[in-house]
């Protein structure tokens, strides 16, 4: 049996909501555990995961619409602390006796919140706070009148219902988002519910390392597990959790498949088993990697590619590593992946959410591969696998590095992979990592992809001659979580030192673009 954890759950009811997993992150932030559930899940399946307080989250639809997802039956009569947010709220007030219409007006973004002294009692979640403030709206219908029982406490120039309480029963309600950063006060919001809601803020860092260290503990016993270490920061902080649980127990496979960048593979191969003293099998596949990828320049085959070569290259390794513990008598019966909570959420996993994408967390690893999986990490978002990562002693470098593609350089090359593309590419993006590291910049910027647009030419001027060489493209991107992105304003002398470095230490590349496409449209990577 899995150990009882030691922390209250608050459980985000969606109902189609862009900020859902924005929602629980909040929460987290103020040292609760958070889950999502569908929207679709009984009121008796909620209650039965006995949760400490739920929120209602935004949604595209109207509460009068056809079709629209309703409150689970029985919910708001639970007893359970809720607060409803935008759709949720409606909800609220829709469902307890208030009024919701289309007024005709909607209020989209920036939007000024007036708050409203309560008569004979001071407000839960606004007493004290400044009024005017900066909230964040997204709705066009109206909360026009309050529920029977509840105070209404705020209210902006189009919304005369904008938050409203009922302390006696539990109920609370805005009609902003205060998980948004735009929400001048939304923290503050979050932390006031979820103290009037008794919950314990005793989701640490260090409890949740224990915790699961004690749960792969009790899921592997005595048996070997095995975990594919690609470099990122997932994977490695799965692989250290293990490692702290189980010891020399796990082999970790690290695939050198020839398409990193500078310096990654000795940072693998060194730092992280420096930092970790984990067992490291290295599977040297960078000659069959490049002799599959020759002659091949349409993405979508490259994919194809380099994952069938890295399951090929990840059944060598197993195979060898399988065959050393039957020597001792042993068993490989695990396979430890890095699946994060969003990847749970996406793929329907965990609280019964719609299925969205499936995910596959070491390369594409096929599922009759036939081990038992170890997900250490799939209760966490990727800013909490950073900070278990740093609690579990890993360097800097692996914690902080910016995420990177599977395939790796292969999907930054436009055009065919080649020995001496991948050495101009792999030059130009280490000076780029260089000077956004020395300009500060580094915590900044989500994501910086160098491209190399190497079937294309542009005349130059090089030492005083002219220059026939490859143009590079910037990438550098901000994002939380790379749903949505938009390019990073770097500084113009950052952007004018890469420049000058890369043309002159990189002779074949004579000019550098910049990527200034937000996404959507655009994608993060350009294949």
């Known amino acids: 049996m899995h150990p009882v954890p030691d922390h209250d759950t608050v459980l985000v009811v969606d109902f189609g909501a862009q900020y859902a997993q924005l929602i629980a992150r909040r929460v987290r932030e103020c040292q609760v555990h958070s889950e999502i559930v569908p929207a679709s899940m009984p009121t008796a399946q909620i209650l039965a995961r006995q949760p400490k307080a739920i929120i ?34 409606q909800l609220m007030v829709s469902g307890l006796g208030g009024a919701v219409a289309r007024t005709g007006i909607g209020e989209y973004g920036a939007t000024r919140l007036d708050l409203h002294a309560p008569p004979g009692a001071a407000a839960t979640l606004l007493t004290g706070l400044p009024s005017p403030q900066q909230v964040w709206m997204s709705h066009g219908d109206c909360a026009v009148t309050a529920p029977p029982g509840f105070t209404v406490t705020a209210g902006t120039a189009v919304t005369a219902v904008a938050a409203m309480e009922d302390r006696g029963r539990g109920l609370y309600g805005v009609q902003f988002h205060p998980e948004v950063m735009h929400t001048e006060h939304g923290m503050a919001v979050l932390r006031r519910f979820l103290d009037a809601a008794g919950c314990r803020r005793e989701w640490t860092m260090r409890s949740i390392i224990g915790e699961q ?3 792969v503990r009790d899921q592997v016993g005595g048996a070997r597990a095995i975990c594919g270490l690609s470099g990122g920061v997932d994977s490695a902080v799965a692989a250290a959790l293990v490692h702290r649980a189980i ?9 050198d498949h020839g398409l990193l960048r500078q310096g990654e593979a000795e940072q693998v191969e060194q730092d992280f088993v420096a930092a970790t003293g984990v067992d490291l099998h290295v599977e040297d596949a960078a000659g069959e990697f490049l002799a599959a990828l020759a002659g091949v320049a ?40 890095g699946t994060l909570y969003p990847d749970v959420v996406e793929s329907g996993g965990g609280s ?18 036939g081990f038992e999986l170890v997900e250490p990490l799939r209760d966490l978002f990727k800013d909490e696998v950073r900070r278990a990562g740093a609690e579990l002693g890993l360097p800097p ?9 599977g395939p790796g350089l292969a999907i930054r090359i436009v055009g ?50 002219r220059s026939y060489g490859h143009p590079v493209v ?39 673009v910049l990527d200034v496409t937000s996404k959507p449209p655009g994608t993060i990577e350009w294949e």
């Open 416 to 465: 065919e992979v080649t020995p001496e593309r991948l050495r101009i590419l792999r030059a130009a993006d280490a000076i780029v990592r260089a000077e956004l590291s020395a300009a500060g910049l580094d915590a900044q910027i989500w994501q910086c992809p160098v491209v190399l647009l190497a079937d294309v030419y542009s005349v130059g001027v090089q030492g005083d001659g």
């Open 397 to 405: 470098a692996i914690v902080g590095r910016q995420p990177f593609p």
């Open 298 to 337: 349409d993405p979508e085959e490259k994919r194809k590619i380099i994952g069938r070569e890295f399951i090929r290259a990840f059944e060598r390794a197993t195979a060898q590593i399988t065959a050393r513990a039957g020597a001792h008598g042993e068993t490989v019966q695990f396979l430890v992946q």
């Open 56 to 89: 209602l989250s935004g949604g595209p639809a109207s509460v009068y619409a056809p079709g629209a997802p309703p409150v689970p039956p029985g919910l708001l009569e639970s007893g359970v602390p809720i607060l409803g947010i935008c759709y949720g709220f």
């Open 213 to 215: 260290v004690a749960r």
């Open 247 to 255: 010891g020399s127990r796990l082999t970790c496979v690290f695939v």
């Open 474 to 512: 910037l990438r550098p991107v901000t994002s939380e979580d790379a749903m949505t992105a938009d390019w990073a304003r770097l500084p113009d002398s950052v952007l004018t030192t890469i420049a000058a470095r890369i043309t002159g230490e990189v002779p074949e590349i004579n000019r550098v």
């Open 352 to 369: 019964g959410a719609a299925s969205i994408k499936s995910h596959h967390n070491v390369g594409g690893l096929p599922a009759d591969l």
